[in-house]
């Protein structure tokens, strides 16, 4: 446990515990309502934001949350108003994001692509310690969110028809999910990096969804799978000397591997259990009587 | 207003209503009325506008012109949702994480309970909404793990778990299996017994139709006619057309090819 007596690591270690926790509690919406890959177009998007931080000598994390905030938001209002060409203008936003980031970045005095490694990959360095304060108040926002409107955002997610003519501001609880996701995305930035952390919304979830049948104990578990490979891949780093994000990501995709094997025979077992009784399991076709036209030859 | 002109007042209004999807107009100046206590069937050929015409009353698409009221109210001023129950279109209940029986008709509480807290009357309606459609043993079930006609019957106790007044279905029969569509029909007569209003999409009246008062049939985006149901005709009429009754006894008449 030597790796506790520094103090980058105990930062580290504390960022990677909150972002175990809100990544996967945001990515169950994301998932949802089947749009996995929103907080990968969020990552590209505060890649410009990273590179404009540089660019302005200002704070690249507070810039990146800038931009993935307004990015995030004009995702959704494509999503509302642009509803036949979204997925081209989000692929735009994609790109767009990724190369305002470079470009900025090299435009910076002294810049270049080096200086974006550690965002878009993690480093268990990038927690500085004025950032452990932003971490803990950003962090516990998005646990509010995700848990204190869990029914209204599951209503939102699962039916968002439905949900309208229940009287919820649907609307607002969609920029809600988008706004927190943007900010998950830069939370956690520094510890899995800006590429992969779309990884740790959808994964964990994915994994989870392999054992479970309700909506409660996907969320539960995915948390927990979060924090455990966010510790571990946080602890593997500080040994090997590889970096965090990308380490933690493999580890979930492993538990998501390790998962579905489990959950083939349970899934089996359980239909089983709720086959209804007398139900027949084998098809019983009763036997024709020849039609009437037939001719033997 | 006298006591007896609010108890007949229209639950729902559509005066010259005109809709359009993408550019095209779908409805083109529709007149519609459900009274307290009408079951309303709206029929017509597929594309003729009956689901935008469902959409357009709740809100769901937006009416270019003419005028939407709900108990009275201006769509746009309306805020009392928990009085309308709606059934969307829908092959399946599910979404793209597991979900329970239980957790998605509790949803549909949400008209009632909003931003507030889940009370055990909460639970207990949708304890009620669930034994309603025969869906109570199955509460725990994963929805992925159900029959079409149970799904149906998970988005009918979400629509009802907020004892709705007016209770709008859009195509409810679609894809369900005869024990269901019997299940639905038993629903939907205990609703209609105890004075719920109900306005139905269908693209036949089939087992539904000893409950319907009134049928407005559209076309082209048009009413075609707002009257008695109409009859069967054409091959509707054919004996070899599979109408399933469930009120003509206990054993259904099936006069199909497969019977």
């Not at chain 2, 993408?22 to 689901?51: F, M, T, W, Y």
């Amino acid at each position: 446990m030597d790796f506790l007596n520094y103090a980058f690591m105990q930062r580290a270690l504390l960022a990677a515990v909150l972002v175990g926790v809100i990544a996967p509690a945001i990515g169950i919406y994301l998932v949802q309502r089947r749009q996995p890959l929103m907080g990968d177009g969020i990552g590209h998007v505060a890649m410009t934001g990273v590179g404009l931080g540089f660019l302005l000598n200002s704070s690249p994390v507070w810039m990146a949350t800038l931009v993935s905030v307004a990015g995030s938001v004009l995702m959704e209002l494509i999503r509302w108003y642009g509803r036949t060409r979204g997925d081209i203008a989000l692929a735009m936003l994609f790109y767009g994001g990724m190369a305002g980031g470079v470009l900025f970045v090299n435009l910076a005095p002294g810049g270049s692509n080096a200086n974006l490694t550690s965002y878009l990959f993690g480093s268990l360095s990038t927690v500085a310690p004025a950032d452990v304060t932003a971490i803990l108040v950003l962090g516990a926002a998005v646990v509010a969110v995700t848990l204190g409107l869990r029914r209204q955002l599951f209503a939102v997610s699962q039916d968002e028809e439905f949900a309208r003519v229940t009287g919820l501001p649907v609307r607002a609880l969609n920029l809600l999910v988008a706004v927190t996701a943007a900010v998950t995305v830069t939370v956690a930035m520094r510890v899995v990096g800006l590429i992969l952390v779309s990884a740790l919304m959808v994964v964990p979830v994915a994994a989870a969804q392999q054992l479970t049948r309700s909506f409660a104990a996907t969320f539960a578990i995915a948390v927990a799978l979060g924090v455990t490979v966010s510790i571990g891949g946080t602890i593997t780093s500080f040994y090997e000397d590889v970096p965090p994000g990308a380490t933690i990501v493999l580890l979930t995709i492993a538990a998501f591997a390790v998962m579905t094997a489990l959950a083939t025979p349970l899934a089996r077992r359980r239909a089983r259990a709720t086959r209804p009784t007398g139900d027949p399991v084998e098809c019983a076709i009763p036997a024709t009587r020849p039609a009437g036209d037939e001719v033997g030859v | 207003m006298t006591g007896d002109e609010r108890e007949s007042a229209p639950v729902l209004t559509l005066r010259d209503v005109r809709a359009e999807l993408g550019g095209r107009p779908v409805l083109r100046g529709i007149d519609l009325s459900v009274r307290p206590g009408e079951v309303v069937a709206l029929l017509g050929a597929n594309g003729s506008g009956k689901s935008t015409a469902v959409r357009t009353a709740i809100g769901q698409v937006p009416a270019t012109s003419g005028a939407v009221e709900l108990f009275g109210t201006p769509l746009r001023s309306f805020r009392d949702w928990a009085r309308v129950g709606y059934v969307p279109q829908r092959t399946s209940a599910a979404g793209g994480v597991p979900a329970t029986v239980s957790e998605i008709v509790s949803s549909g509480r949400l008209a009632r309970t909003r931003f507030g807290f889940f009370r055990k009357a909460d639970r207990e309606a949708v304890q009620r909404a669930l034994e309603l459609v025969g869906m109570a043993d199955r509460a725990r079930d994963s929805v992925t793990a159900l029959s079409g006609g149970q799904h149906q019957r998970v988005l009918i106790a979400r629509a009802l778990v907020s004892e709705p007044e007016l209770l709008i279905m859009d195509e409810p029969m679609a894809g369900v299996d005869l024990a269901s569509q019997e299940v639905l029909a038993a629903t939907l007569r205990e609703q209609v017994a105890a004075g719920a209003t109900v306005l139905l999409v269908l693209h036949e009246l089939g087992p539904l139709e000893p409950l319907i008062d009134r049928a407005v049939v559209l076309r082209d985006g048009c009413v075609l006619h707002d009257g008695p149901p109409p009859k069967a005709v054409g091959q509707h009429a054919l004996p070899g057309h599979d109408h399933v009754h469930p009120h003509a006894g206990a054993e259904p008449i099936r006069t199909g090819l497969l019977s």
